[in-house]
């Protein structure tokens, strides 16, 4: 892809200072790019790399100025997404290869792609302009909404309801039973799950996670929820709308997840647990207690952020402490 | 799938209040059923919901009663199993699909399913009613025992010995080598894993979970036990019977685990541990150090879980009770 | 495979007491070898568990003996990966199967392996003696080094670099886009990841991991690294060489990791991380903060290990220690 740097400039509501008819075929980081490229500087840091490095033409914030053509814009990071979407190459996949093996009474539309060796049940329907990588299986009964992407292997079981524009990463597994058994002396009997997984629009999951489908009713994860790699949600669980679930978090059965939460990386919260909307979970928390809306929690089990910070600086400080007090050898003694 | 109220009231050796012949088609929860769905109510507090909603009929605990045609039992969660297994939707899977690719000197059952671009090695066994889903990977001289369950592009490595009535669920890897390695200077050699895995009857193995080979002889897991999606069980691993181990669970290298214990998510074991019989362990509590059984334990490094619990109170107590040892400001000290 | 017991005292460079004729067909733990088997006695206590089993022969360390045929050498754990990789079977593949799915202008060495059902993009490089598995998935632009092994199912996506000796074990994800957003209003926009993932020569990274792709640039995987299975590696990281990183564990965006360091399993690091080289983190640790090389670092937030075991054992202790200090019932107290 090649663009001019005014045309550059307009997508991005920028003011350039340089030549408008300079071609530039890509974007960089400051210190890689080369003289066919553009870069974007975030803070004033970064200037020097950018100016010393090779790159054609630099993006920089209002007010700011570079000795190399540049166009500046009130916010360099939030024109990030547009400018590497210009540069984007977007493989134009088409087509339904001859390998893809297909259930009886499926609907699918002619513009979509399904890769080599994709499998897929009876009674799927599947919109417009759906991407399904190679080897993906897709169970019976199951509904795939417009522009969605299903990625490499992943694997999408019976029933599930997958909404418009959705992206599931490579390897992710959709709908399988939850991990339910009931105890009989000393054995355990699996529960069936006649449940589904329905995933709303502009949801994303990613690679390799593992989303249960429910024992009766639906697991729901809600509108725009964005779900890292690696995580597991399980049966029962409902997410709500635009909640972030960073990577290897682990959330158990029948939690209800509110609306706009952030969630660190390998959090865990226990079964049957309630989060308010607007929570936000430091990485590595175990939530063990039902939480209220607009909270900031971290530790295991986990508490307000502030109190858990609060008593980790103690708990390093206590040696000293103790000794303030007149236990002169503590960490000796009573062992 | 239809039976009639007094079918079900057999089937779950109820005692029914409304007529024998209404027919019932599903189950489902008690907002949710239909007129033609019966629900389960496990305590009283959900009998309005299941009075309120338009459930068809009820099934609920001796002595209580609701206005609807209702059954009632002992106890109402422990029929649930039955109850959902009812109503189950078993697609009846047969045949192996002209696309499964076999090696040399396998031995197939004829009743088993073999799911499209499944391949599998040379000198496999697949015992009776086994049912293998599209894409799975199945090694050479793999023994699969009768009734077992291989979701879709499961992988099973060479010389895997799997049980009956088994289930792994999909995008699970058993076999893989061990992460072992020798340091030679500042660099790693490979140690070969000779080993394999056996997983006896009755196990299932959660979905994108990881079972390594053994070095040498086997990594087992014993009859019964139920393993969770994204678990990592290392080389040279042995699990008991019974035991149960909850989803990102991670056990290092030779590990004894006994029987009829209970694991918590995202646990982790380090290599060498033994954990005896009916051992209970939180949540995301890192084991360091031998276990003795009927231990209850939690926490990192995990201690008796009541010692835990104790520490962590006194832990967030902490500023008030120095400050009434007359150490004022006690948070902002020393820093 | 066979060997005189002359012969495998020659390839350990071992001192042989027992007949050199003598045949030895397997390699096995002390306690499961057989007679035509030989195991290897790392420590004395073993020696019991040789001598009452079966094993043919035995290999122990200089200056011991046992009363049985046996190889002394000077470290008997060193020699281990030498002795089984004399019996491991190595199933010679060959060929590439007729199912393989491949783009245009790819460039294929004729001594490669590839397996049912794989499926290549275009202008894909694949150098001499690469095993692929059944159902890898291999995008446009991707270059594969020499003697490399790519699992069952294992996915790499457009534009990776792999080196020569890398095993990429099955299930493993390699640059799946990063898992990057920018905030509008309460809803996420997503970033477009233009970058790749580069995997020098003879790492190693485990069954069901996930390695990002960078935003531009690349995620970077040093020469001789390790990572263990269900491991996260997000985007613009970069790890240094011969780096071990054990099971689950997680490292967020753009952190950049040391030489020789050696990661427990589940350990988290935040974003922006630079940990120096030789640093040694203990599982399940969180880190936070940069971390300067040499370190040993344990807990969340982690600290030096020696400060966090005391604050631990400190904790544990508080009960008695507040006890004389006068506050006799602490921990009912205050709540």
Known sequence: MKYTLEEIAKRINGKLSGPPDLVIEGINTPELAGEDEICVVFDENLISAAENGSAGAVVIKDELSVAKPYITVEDPRSVLPTLLKLFLEKRE??????????????????????????????NVKI????????????????????????????????????????????????????FGFQKRGDTYIRIPHLGNVVI??????GANSVVDRSTLGSTIIKRGSKIDSLVLVAHNVRIGEDTVIAGQTGIAGSCLIGNRCMFGGQVGVADHIKIGDNTVIFAQSGVAGDVP?????????????????????LLLRLPKILRRLGL????????
Chains 1, 2, 3 share one sequence.
Not at 97 to 118: K, Q
Not at 153 to 173: L, P, W
Not at 328 to 335: H, R
Request: net charge negative.
């Open 93 to 122: 996949l088409a087509g339904i290869h001859s390998t893809v093996i297909t259930g009886a009474n499926c609907n699918i539309s002619n513009n979509c792609y399904i890769g080599p060796y994709v499998v897929i049940g009876d």
């Open 127 to 178: 919109g417009e302009k759906v991407n399904i990588m190679a080897g993906a299986r897709i169970g019976s009964n199951v509904v795939v909404g417009e522009e969605t992407f299903i990625g490499y292997n992943v694997v999408i079981e019976d029933r599930s309801i997958i909404g418009k524009r959705v992206k599931i990463q490579h390897g992710a597994i959709i709908g399988k039973e939850g």
């Open 293 to 313: 809306p607009n909270s900031v929690i971290s530790g295991t089990p986990a508490r307000p952020h502030r109190e858990w910070l609060r008593a980790q600086a």
């Open 328 to 335: 002169k050898d503590v960490s000796d003694d009573d062992q």
């Open 200 to 205: 709303e629009d502009d949801v994303e999951i």
